[in-house]
């Protein structure tokens, strides 16, 4: 059973920086991809970036390129999602998503796997 817990989340404010991790377990995610997606109130679901657990390949979306920055650790089998420069409009719920066998893709529904997500508030 795959599992993804969130944490890191909290209140900031804009221009500030947050490391957002996502605890893997329940599986060898070697073979994996893994996605950051994010839900504002009243807002569909957005991809934000990605990441191929095997060779490290990834994607951004255009709102988050050079400010934010994807990585895993093998070691404790963590994915992290750093976030500098913040802006208000980063507001949202961050999710953890997990694809097996896949390569980084923006689509959400391309990812079986889900954490429960962590609340990022960026004040103004």
């Known amino acids: 059973q795959v599992h993804l817990v969130e944490s890191g989340g909290g209140l900031v404010q804009a221009g500030g920086s947050l490391r957002l991790s996502c605890a893997t377990s329940?599986?060898?995610?070697?073979?994996?991809?893994m996605g950051w997606f994010r839900q504002a109130p009243g807002k569909e679901r957005e991809f934000v970036a990605a990441i191929r657990w095997s060779g490290g390949a990834t994607s951004y979306a255009d709102s988050v390129k050079g400010r934010f920055t994807i990585s895993r650790d093998f070691a404790t089998n963590t994915v992290y999602l750093q976030m500098n420069s913040l802006k208000p409009e980063d507001t949202a719920v961050y999710y953890c998503a997990a694809r097996p066998g896949g390569y980084a893709s923006s689509v959400a529904t391309l990812y079986p796997y889900w954490g429960q997500g962590t609340q990022v508030t960026v004040s103004s």
């Open positions: 329940g599986s060898t995610f070697s073979n994996y991809a």
